[in-house]
């Protein structure tokens, strides 16, 4: 396939909140530059970005999809990403490696939460941002009003590039800003189209945009500024200079008016991109780390040696694991021998492809900048850099958003416990944003995602890949027991059985201490009753049953315990029976000192639109939450909440379900605190209950 140098390249990832366009943007990006003869549909399962089977059941992107084509003899490499919240940490990893963001917003919705946090992901990566309004080709429409949305989010810096000439059915038209030209596009969806100079009142609004677009662009450069002042106008030379500069600074984020099941003013985006968009060239060097002395360093795009980083991995059955990459500096050929200075091993590179969704093709040579995937690697995975010896360079791991929904698994056949430890290994491997935990202390499995419908992918994988079948149920909340007063106990242990006997004597005092500190194990014996050799056998038997938990079977903490004096016997005193009574004394003296259950407490950060606010913060109520805190940010509203793990079961299910699916969520634990008490005594008689069944 042709090679493309670095300054040839456009990254453009497509973000956004679901039903935004962006499947279909994609695929009338491929149509208009040759590389399919029709456009697919998403109700078809035919689009060539969504080719999973689990999309094309759901009709949904899962995964970000790449694709490319070539336009005015620049390489378009599109990154499909998906819109749903369950899976918008695909975006996350897009926009790490992408050069420029386009957030893709439908106009009859505005602006929505996906949209700011895809915006907020492309300011933190230092993206230039395109806004494409799509849609227009619907019903009552607005392009002002959604124009002056997504001021309100991204500032005003949001110029029309082009904008339409007959929005609504039957869209065709767009008037385009740059050349002043009326552009009409043929309706058989590929995009082809003609363009004539604006004559009358678009005129005028041609004349009246292209003005604001030269201002804006002036604004992000001082000289330009000055001449734009002294001349009234810029000259072609000096805005094609001023628009980069301008791009990636945000003074200007072009907008553009698409149809994307039409294929209209599709093209002119194309156009702008190829002509004007940030190359790699462009972005300056990337932070990175020694991998020998951990030292800062930085990584350049004309490096000499190769530097990659593996943004996506896709498990396949049939050709293993597919590694999705970035070149940040070199470049890449088959048959390159490279170091993963993230895992310290090493991996012989085969073939490297290009890809159009699952379509894949051969390429010798990629230079830095280019996007593409490898096969088959060993032990390479997502976030892992891969470079030449020379370069020991480890490129910073992408910053996944933590998983907020939570459910613990079992098998429901006998013997699939190895094919399901396999699996969720393989698919935490291609999906950083799911985890999953074997819970010792608690005897349970517990898988962790962004979303319901996440966890509902991940179990259909299971089942589709390794051929087991899984049921889910609400995880045990990790309580933990404590007191709140001092107590004191003497504890004898005798048997005598035939044989030999065992007795231990152990008096024990227990204190509580202040919260997060543990439990600390001391002895203050004096005299000769006790034989100091058995001190390590108490403290063993106080650790074992701390452990197993006194009142509701959950770890003890938070207290001293003092073994301050007991009686042993010449023959029969020996470890297990100091471990025995041990044990015993620190259960009765915990059972006299007030003992009490604590409940893990979380920080819980909610963003939702204003209309949602009293809905939410009383659901929030609702579950014993206490307010921290809320912050306004541009139509939407941050609420700070603490709330008790307990409360969060499925939490995310229920706010999407109160904020019409607009609302997310992110929680963190923050520390242990008393419960109430009427809720200690059901969580107490349950564990009891359970107790006397087993």
């Known amino acids: ?86 899976f918008l940490a695909e975006a996350k990893a897009a926009l790490r490696v992408a050069d420029c963001a386009a957030l893709v917003i439908n106009v ?30 619907k019903e009552h429409v607005n392009f002002d009003s959604a124009v002056a949305g997504t001021r309100e989010l991204l500032g005003s810096g949001v110029t029309p590039l082009t904008v339409p000439v007959n929005a609504g059915p039957g869209f065709n038209q767009v008037l385009d800003v740059l050349t002043k030209e009326v552009v009409t596009y043929e309706t058989d969806g590929m995009g082809k189209c003609t363009a004539a100079a604006a004559d009358g009142d678009l005129a005028d609004q041609a004349e009246e945009l292209h003005a604001a677009l030269i201002e804006a662009v002036a604004s992000a450069d001082d000289a330009l500024m000055e001449k734009f002042f002294e001349e009234g106008t810029l000259s072609e030379e000096d805005l094609k200079a001023g628009l980069e500069a301008a791009l990636l600074s945000g003074e200007l984020i072009p907008a553009f008016a698409t149809s994307a099941t039409t294929n209209v003013g599709v093209s002119r985006l194309m156009d702008f991109t190829a002509k004007y968009g940030i190359a790699p060239t462009a972005r300056g060097p990337v932070p990175a780390i020694n991998d020998k002395d951990d030292s800062e360093t930085e990584v350049s795009i004309d490096g000499p040696e190769p530097v990659l980083l593996i943004f996506k991995t896709i498990s396949d059955r049939h050709v293993g694991n597919l590694s999705f990459f970035k070149i940040y500096s070199g470049t890449m050929a088959a048959g390159n021998d490279l170091k993963n200075t993230t895992q310290k091993s090493s991996e012989r590179i085969g073939q490297i492809f290009v890809l159009n969704g699952k379509e894949s093709e051969s390429a010798e040579k990629l230079h830095a900048g280019d996007l593409g995937a490898l096969v088959k690697l060993k032990q390479t995975h997502t976030c892992d850099t891969l470079c030449s010896a020379k370069a020991g360079v480890v490129l910073p791991p992408i910053d996944f958003p933590k998983p907020n929904i939570h459910e613990a698994l079992t098998s429901k056949a006998k013997g699939d416990e190895d094919k399901i430890a396999q699996g969720l290994s393989a698919l935490h491997e291609e999906d950083p944003t799911f985890v999953y935990r074997v819970d010792g202390e608690l005897h349970q499995t517990v898988i962790s995602g962004m979303g319901e419908l996440h966890l509902r992918v991940v179990c259909g994988k299971l089942k589709e890949r390794y051929n087991v079948e899984v049921e889910l149920y609400e995880p045990k909340v990790p309580y933990r027991e404590t007191i709140k007063g001092r107590g004191e106990a003497k504890y004898r242990h005798k048997k005598q059985s035939g044989g030999a006997g065992q007795f231990a004597e152990v008096w024990m005092r227990v204190e509580p201490k202040e919260r997060d500190s543990g439990l600390e194990f001391t002895d203050s014996l004096v005299g000769m009753n006790v034989d100091r050799v058995f001190v390590p056998s108490v403290e063993k038997g106080v650790k074992a049953i701390s452990t197993e938990g ?11 315990v003092d073994f301050y004096d007991g009686k042993m016997h010449p023959v029969d005193s020996k470890d297990v029976a100091f471990q025995i009574a041990g044990r015993g004394a620190f259960r009765e003296a915990v059972q006299g000192a007030k003992p009490c259950l604590l409940e893990p407490i979380y920080n819980v950060e909610v963003k939702i639109p204003d209309d949602f606010t009293g809905a939410v913060t009383g659901d929030l109520n609702s579950r014993r939450g206490r307010m921290q805190g809320m912050d306004a940010a541009g139509g939407f509203q941050v609420v ?55």
Do not use: C
Not at 122 to 135: I, M, P
């Open 1 to 86: 396939m042709k090679e493309y140098p670095s300054a040839d390249i456009r990254n453009l990832a497509l973000v956004g909140h679901a039903g935004a366009g962006k499947t279909m943007l994609a695929e009338a990006i491929l149509a208009a530059g040759g590389v399919i003869n029709r456009l697919g549909s998403i109700e078809n399962g035919s689009t060539v970005s969504d080719f999973q089977a689990a999309e094309h059941e759901r009709q949904v992107s899962i995964g970000a999809s790449l694709m490319h084509t070539d336009w005015t003899g620049k390489k378009l490499n599109i990154i499909d990403t998906p819109g749903y919240l369950d």
């Open 640 to 694: 700070k909440a603490h709330i008790p793990q307990k409360e969060l079961y499925r939490y995310s299910t229920t706010l999407r379900s109160l904020t019409e699916g607009r609302g997310i969520h992110t929680e963190e634990f923050s520390h242990y605190e008393e419960m109430p008490g009427d809720l200690q005594k059901k969580v107490i008689d349950a564990a009891q209950k359970e107790k006397e069944e087993e």
């Open 108 to 137: 009859a919705e505005g602006v929505e939460v996906g949209t700011t946090q895809v915006a907020e992901w492309a300011d933190q990566n230092g993206l230039a941002k395109f806004v494409v309004l799509n849609g227009v080709d």
């Open 550 to 560: 006194v009142v509701a079977g959950y770890r003890v903490v938070d207290l001293k």
